[in-house]
């Protein structure tokens, strides 16, 4: 019942262009395995985050990527006047995957150890509703600006995006190389 | 058995100044209990780290505080020669505990919930052995150097390191939350 109604959401969810384009065919084919259903997912993301606060709410997508960035894109991001504080971040996969029992889950987990994926685990344990969530580890977090003044260079966004558009990368064939574990274990 | 053996580890580990000052006390009531122990673990970090090349074994540590640090410690480390890439790096506390089912696992996940702690689960669920990894979510990290050449400047640093006190600071006192939760519940 609850893989039927998660189902539906993602369904809704792909017809709304809400579902993030490297993620599409991972989704799909948990979608339309008989046990298994995704709640909710992120692809990983480069972004210029806005910090108003100190609560997560308070915080604005100034810019998103759920793909590799130019420098042109993040220069125009950087100029473009801000409040608060202005963070650059580059946030690895997430994502939720429900089943129905302890026996399932743990071929989520084998499936995520062959596929080389290091964080992950069961984080629902209730009967008949199981979610295991899984996460990548490309990470680059650091703050460029506050209430509209430069704290680094332009020439260090210059020097770092090569970088981060290389960790996103690869955390997008770490995602394709776990569609492909999920492909040989989950039915 | 596993608790046994995992218990010597932990006293040799204690006995050699090798447990972090800041996750001792957790450690220690974990190991006391009659259920749970506690396998690696770290209470969060500030470093400069050394990349010589892409594997994590390439890694080196040119400064490691668990603790809140001082410009001053933080210069000089950026000022020593270093090869490769030097990175900034705030790393939330990461904690590996164990137990004998999924009962006593479910125990933790909730403990884990009322203290706020956000990523953590299941990560092993073998007969007799279960495995919860728990870890916080303070971070940061940026490159601060290639082969020697500073890519920001001094006064980034002055301007960034308070901010990863803090932040510290909060992924210590999630700790202490932590273990105030596993006190009501963990037997």
């Given amino acids: 019942m609850i893989k039927?109604?998660?189902?539906?959401?993602?369904?809704t969810a792909l017809s709304q262009?809400?579902?993030?384009?490297?993620?599409?065919?991972?989704?799909?084919?948990i979608s339309?395995?008989?046990?298994?259903?995704?709640?909710?997912?992120?692809?990983?993301?480069?972004?210029?985050l806005e910090k108003?606060?100190?609560?997560?709410?308070?915080?604005?997508?100034?810019?998103?990527?759920?793909?590799?960035?130019s420098l042109e894109e993040l220069l125009e991001g950087l100029r473009e006047n801000t409040r608060g504080e202005l963070w650059f971040k580059l946030e690895p996969f997430i994502l939720h995957i429900g089943c129905a029992n302890l026996r399932d889950s743990v071929k989520v987990l084998g499936?995520?150890?062959?596929?080389?994926?290091?964080?992950g685990g069961i984080i629902v344990a209730e009967k008949e509703k199981f979610l295991i969530e899984l996460q990548g580890?490309?990470?680059?977090?650091?703050?460029?600006?506050?209430?509209g003044r430069a704290m680094v260079g332009e020439d260090y966004?210059?020097?770092?995006?090569?970088?981060?558009?290389?960790?996103?990368?690869?955390?997008?064939?770490r995602l394709e190389r776990l569609e492909s574990e999920f492909r040989k274990t989950l039915r």
Avoid at 4 to 11: A, L, S, V
Avoid at 23 to 29: A, D, G, I, V
Avoid at 38 to 44: D, E, K, V
Wanted: aromatic share 10%; net charge positive; hydrophobic share 30%.
């Fill in 4 to 11: 039927e109604r998660h189902g539906k959401t993602f369904e």
């Fill in 17 to 29: 262009g809400k579902v993030d384009e490297q993620m599409e065919s991972l989704c799909r084919f």
């Fill in 32 to 48: 339309g395995t008989k046990g298994y259903y995704t709640s909710s997912c992120c692809s990983g993301r480069i972004m210029l």
């Fill in 52 to 69: 108003r606060g100190d609560r997560k709410k308070d915080n604005l997508f100034h810019r998103k990527w759920h793909r590799e960035v």
């Fill in 111 to 119: 499936a995520m150890k062959n596929a080389g994926v290091k964080r």
């Fill in 137 to 147: 580890t490309e990470r680059m977090s650091f703050r460029v600006k506050i209430s």
């Fill in 157 to 173: 966004i210059d020097s770092i995006f090569p970088m981060a558009n290389r960790m996103l990368a690869k955390n997008y064939s």
